[in-house]
């Protein structure tokens, strides 16, 4: 099978190592923020970030070459963020005909004409003829990248491509679940970064005052599983999605690192939130779950209207510290209620 | 209210903390394996373990003591591990008359004399004349001794019990929540230390490898959850109260530190697990997810039968790994299955 990998960040290009010791002919373009990736991976460096070089059996592309690297391709991984898929898909244009499958790795949310709040896949479905398959569970890049055990969860309301997608990546280390729910893997998948932030201050009480503040990460931890759950089921899908690998599991992994989990530490230590947001975002990074925050309070306010408080007491302690400069420690304790 | 804490071990210690701060007159007995704790608070110094000294308004009473120490007592808190459950039982005798409540920290399953695997709160209703309440929900004993936020779940049938319970031991930073739900919080309270076991078995891999094994243990999370909810459901508890604080938010917290995980570490590291668990095993200190592991396996098998490998995959794999010299990794990759 030829499956185009766009975007040469660090979880599109993991992809490439299961679908590559999967034996198909795997394609990495890189975008115009890729060029460094791109110059590395061609000469058989490591890629600058994930440490590894690309896999026997995958090519990389440079953003000039992506016409080559989509030709007659039937399998396309959507490997950017949430930020960069309107551009990437208005640079693909009318090259994905023949394309039967669009998996994406980016989480969040859009906005569509109407002022609606919904899953990135819904943008994606609008806008490529090609079924759209999201990506959940728990999976950091790098551990992808080298092979160690990893179990996610594809997910799209098209069975037979479903399983066309599981075929074609699953490998001994690289297990595929599959689920119908791509609403639920998909507001758990932009969710889980948002509550990672406010499990993250957690850490960051644990810095500003020497002690371990491991009980109240704990008790905000099911919280934040029951509200991705109620989100969900709030724009039809199954809320018991959440309580599997790509909610409590992505859940679990994002709070062990990464960015989401660095805002809400620095949220903690004292620093406030937009200052510590600006510190962490650059032109080719952003804070996935910050978004996700202030998209999923509108979306869940939207549901509950005055009762958003109660139904979703830790994303509007959340969405508070975030963007109402609230106290900390007082707004997050006091959600646990 | 005169309340008795049973054991000046580290979690029946640090209750004394909230109570006392409660205004309540409160008594901690320590056993005959707590003399130099009990040596140690008496003249005012810091508890050997938790480091931290008895609060103002909590009295240390020695092993031989126990008649003052439960005089007039309304509330008693069984303070000590499974395994001393029925010694301490024996050694108070008829001294629980005229108390109304009896709460236990100690986390695991008993046999009964017809040989049913049973919740050990099933035991202790049937040799005191008290209402039973299970304490379950991410509590790590220092934090609560230091007054750092910590929100619990108070379970028992008896609904008036369960009130006073909540209003004698909640305060600013212990926070209380109740269900009518004892086996759910008992089964949770007890498997979460089995499943830490398999949990830190991902930690271990970390450290043989080099590498982290993050996707792995977020992989096995929500299995574990899952068959916790299941094993609860089996014998008349609510396979939802696992998604909360006792379930989900306790696991949390166990796999962040303690005994358990450490086991599955050394076992993950390549340590055989009978050698890890002696290791580990001393007069006064066991491994209470080891024994949970076992007892909450042949419950599982006494409920499922032949297809107790289906029905409580990561269970069945930690149970190999333990008892039958399972190969450590390929066994619980093949769980996630």
Redesign the interface.
């Known amino acids: 099978m030829r499956i185009a990998i766009l975007g040469a960040g660090d979880m599109g290009t993991a992809l490439a190592t299961p679908t590559a010791d999967g034996g198909h002919d795997v394609r990495l373009w890189g975008t115009a923020y890729d060029s460094a990736v791109v110059d590395a991976l061609r000469v058989g460096a490591p890629h600058p970030r994930l440490g590894t070089p690309l896999p026997a059996g995958a090519r990389v592309f440079a953003v000039d070459e992506l016409g080559p690297a989509l030709a007659g391709v039937e399998v396309v991984v959507l490997g950017v963020t949430s930020y960069a898929i309107g551009p990437v898909l208005n640079a693909v244009g009318d090259k994905l005909r023949g394309v039967s499958a669009i998996l994406t790795v980016a989480k969040g949310f859009d906005e569509s004409d109407d002022g609606r709040i919904r899953p990135l896949t819904d943008l994606i479905a609008e806008r490529v003829p090609a079924a759209v398959v999201g990506i959940g569970?728990?999976?950091?890049a790098?551990?992808?990248a080298?092979r160690?055990?990893?179990?996610v969860l594809f997910a799209s309301s098209d069975a037979a491509i479903l399983r066309i997608c599981h075929d074609a990546f699953e490998t001994e280390v690289y297990?595929v679940g599959t689920t119908p729910d791509l609403i639920g893997v998909e507001v758990a998948a932009a969710m889980k970064n948002a509550y990672a932030i406010a499990l993250g201050i957690a850490d960051g009480l644990q810095i500003a005052t020497g002690?371990?503040?491991?009980?109240?990460?704990?008790?905000l931890?099911?919280m934040a599983?029951?509200e991705m759950g109620r989100l969900a089921g709030g724009i039809g899908g199954d809320p018991e999605t959440v309580?599997?690998?790509a909610?409590?599991?992505?859940l679990?992994?994002t709070i062990?690192?990464g960015r989401n989990r660095i805002l809400g530490e620095l949220i903690g230590t004292g620093v406030p939130a937009e200052e510590a947001v600006r510190s962490l975002t650059s032109a080719d990074t952003t804070i996935e779950g910050y978004a996700a925050a202030k998209a999923g309070y509108r979306l869940a306010t939207s549901l509950s209207g005055a009762g958003v408080t109660a139904d979703y007491p830790l994303l509007s302690a959340l969405s508070a510290i975030l963007l109402d400069r609230a106290p900390v420690?007082d707004t997050l304790?006091a959600a646990?209620?």
Chains 1, 2 share one sequence.
């Open positions: 569970g728990p999976s950091k790098n551990e992808v080298r160690r055990p990893t179990a297990r002690m371990p503040h491991h009980n109240l990460r704990a008790a931890f099911p599983v029951r309580s599997g690998p909610g409590a599991g992505d679990q992994v062990t690192a420690f304790w646990v209620g």
